[in-house]
């Protein structure tokens, strides 16, 4: 196992990034504790620049960038969140950015990365967008990974400082996986504040890169087929399998439909407007109140926003 970040290097890029991103609200949900039947608070990473927790790991790798790593221009894989916010981010910094992203990303995430100046390229699916990637490094643009980089990973981990600090008494800390920066950040972060506190990880059947590695001892490809775009990472990197074995509880693994339903529970019993990514959490919660038994006080991460009304129709209406 590879060193893990710490707390230190999680307070030295929340010092980095202080005044270029916000410190998203905590808030208790009467709703959603009522429905899941115990205390909930949630961390709105949603309010955050361009809609997700990401714009934390792009300003923090970016503001680190050598003269000459900015000046060939960045580029990233992304299933939607991390392309937006690195092309946001570059472009308040003057960096050329080059953003690759599946089909199946958000059209509303690749419009709006367009329109703050970054060049989108589409591939048919997320393996051939991290195989692009891959070629787009090698042709020589500065690669900004959305997950195998320690400081992205630190950065991402101020989340879970903030919510430590201001959510001391939750038992059970809920957070969505895509390549695991998220949930490896907090989960550093709470176990040096709180480190009593659980953390529980969860993916979409079809999108599950972390448990999938977990079965089988280290990072391993896997087939996608999730319509959760923004967690589907074709391979967890060893990086963030070593923090996720050392330090979260379990994955939970959930069904699209179930992820869906989230979404317009979120909104019904919380009033947020969540994407499947964040929605996945609220099936995912009965599992951990019914492993954990009573005296439970959830905390979930509601990572991103970025999802439109037609979107959810649309998936209601598949899945239904």
């Known amino acids: 196992m590879g060193q893990l970040v710490g707390i230190a290097d ?19 949900s009467p709703g959603l ?35 000459a790593e900015r000046a060939v221009g960045v580029v990233a894989v992304s299933g939607g969140n991390h392309g937006l916010a690195l092309a946001d981010v570059a ?23 367009r329109r703050s100046g970054a060049t989108v390229r589409l591939t048919p699916d997320m393996a051939g967008a991290f195989t692009l990637l891959d070629e787009l490094v090698v042709g020589g643009l500065t690669l900004v990974h959305p997950f195998d980089d320690p400081v992205v990973l630190a950065a991402q981990g101020t989340v879970g400082a903030e919510f430590a600090a201001d959510a001391p008494d939750v038992t059970d800390v809920l ?42 001892g280290g990072p391993t490809p896997v087939e996608l087929s999730s319509l959760v775009s923004t967690l589907s990472a074709p391979m967890v990197s060893q990086l963030t399998y070593d923090h996720v074995a050392a330090l979260v509880e ?70 239904a």
Do not use: H
């Open 10 to 28: 999680v307070d030295a890029a929340a010092e980095r990034i202080a005044g270029r991103v916000l410190r998203t609200p905590t808030v208790p």
């Open 33 to 67: 504790g009522a429905y899941l039947g115990a205390p909930v608070t949630l961390k709105l990473e949603l309010l955050q620049r361009t809609g997700s927790f990401k714009p934390r790991g792009a300003t923090s790798k970016l503001l680190g960038l050598s003269d």
């Open 91 to 113: 472009a308040t910094l003057g960096i050329a950015a080059t953003v690759v992203m599946p089909e199946s990303a958000p059209a509303r995430s690749v419009a709006m990365a």
């Open 175 to 216: 957070v969505s996986i895509g390549g695991g920066a998220l949930i490896s950040g907090v989960a550093a972060a709470f176990r040096a504040m709180r480190p009593g506190v659980r953390i529980w990880g969860v993916e979409t059947v079809g999108a599950e890169a972390m448990s999938r590695a977990l079965a089988a």
């Open 250 to 319: 379990d994955v939970l693994v959930v069904p699209d439909a179930d992820a869906v339903r989230g979404v317009l529970t979120l909104a019904e019993e919380a009033k947020v407007w969540a994407e499947p990514a964040a929605g996945c959490l609220v099936p995912a919660a009965r599992q951990v109140l019914d492993r954990v038994g009573p005296g439970a006080r959830l905390g979930l991460v509601v990572c991103g926003g970025n999802v439109t009304p037609a979107d959810v129709a649309t998936w209601t209406s598949r899945l």
